[in-house]
C-alpha cells in the first residue's frame, strides 16, 4: 500500500541526506499516518481511513460527514 494521505493527498518527500563531509544519499520524508476508524452517524457504521496527522485535524474541524461526503464525490470506495 502506498504512502498517501486519504484525506489531504500527502505523499512522501524526496531530497539529499548530507553528511559531514558532504557526501550525498537519497533519502525520503514519509507522511506521518496512521490507520484510524471513524464513525459515520448518517450510515451508522465504522469506516477505516489512512490519514496523515494533518488529516485527522481537518476531520475534527470539518466533521467526518463532509470528509467522507468528498471522498466519496471523489470516487473513493470506503
Request: net charge positive; with cysteine; charged share 30%.
Amino acid at each position: 500500500m502506498s504512502a498517501v494521505c486519504q484525506v489531504t493527498g500527502r505523499k512522501p518527500g524526496y531530497g539529499k541526506q548530507v553528511s559531514h563531509s558532504h557526501r550525498r544519499t537519497s533519502r525520503r520524508w514519509e507522511p506521518n499516518l496512521q490507520a484510524k476508524r471513524y464513525f459515520v452517524p448518517s450510515e451508522g457504521r465504522w469506516v477505516r481511513l489512512r490519514v496523515s496527522v494533518k488529516g485527522m485535524k481537518t476531520i475534527d474541524k470539518r466533521g467526518i460527514e463532509a470528509v467522507v461526503a468528498e471522498l466519496r464525490a471523489k470516487g473513493v470506495k470506503l
